[in-house]
T-cell receptor
């Protein structure tokens, strides 16, 4: 089982639509969770952190279910500028004061006019 | 405020050669992590450097090595290049090993 699994996509949605991305992770000791956005041929950029209580940033809502080891990202009122690949990311520590980020393969979103 | 910078932007090598990639962290950051991103995949963690030492390593062979300098910049070295090493190599810096990582634009390596 892969450490971080995401819907493979691609998701093609019209402007204004609501789209949801799902992600599961295998390491129950994982400490923190994030969604990154990666535009074509660019570096990943942090979109938002994900907390158990759920968190919202404008049109974006992220949820974490530790019991199910499941993370989600909801985008409301999709804009053309939301077109990108969305990466689910899990942070795990080594116990030596360091940590690594484990990325999913990403889900590509295309918002169509 | 300069972000993370990487050089070169693109590189073409042949199998068996060696390559060195460079990374300058964001101003004030002291920790550098390296990732390999193959086409259609998410980035994969190679290793992290802090206080000039390799602190954690992902599942990569010894052909991949690195270094961190006193000014916190870092190099990634790959020996005996294979076709499968063709990828985007990303450097990320952070203010300490536990903090949020910010990525540079990456170096695209093509091995022929």
């Amino acid at each position: 089982r892969k450490e971080v699994e995401q819907d493979p996509g691609p998701f093609n949605v019209p402007e204004g639509a609501t789209v949801a991305f799902n992600c599961t992770y295998s390491n129950s000791a994982s400490q923190s969770f994030f969604w990154y956005r990666q535009d074509c041929r660019k570096e990943p950029k942090l979109l938002m952190s994900v907390y158990s209580s759920g968190n919202e940033d404008g049109r974006f809502t992220a949820q974490l279910n530790r019991a199910s080891q499941y993370i989600s990202l909801l985008i409301r009122d999709s804009k053309l500028s939301d077109s990108a690949t969305y990466l689910c990311v899990v942070k795990s520590g080594s116990g030596a004061g360091s940590y690594q980020l484990t990325f999913g393969k990403g889900t590509k979103l295309s918002v169509i006019p | 405020d300069a972000g993370v910078t990487q050089s070169p932007t693109h590189l073409i090598k042949t199998r068996g050669q060696q390559v060195t990639l460079r990374c300058s962290p964001k101003s004030g950051h002291d920790t550098v992590s390296w990732y390999q991103q193959a086409l259609g995949q998410g980035p994969q963690f190679i290793f992290q450097y802090y206080e000039e030492e390799e602190r954690q390593r992902g599942n990569f062979p010894d052909r991949f090595s690195g270094h961190q300098f006193p000014n916190y910049s870092s190099e990634l070295n790959v020996n005996a290049l294979l076709l499968g090493d063709s990828a985007l190599y990303l450097c990320a810096s952070s203010l300490g090993p536990q903090e949020t990582q910010y990525f540079g634009p990456g170096t695209r390596l093509l091995v022929l």
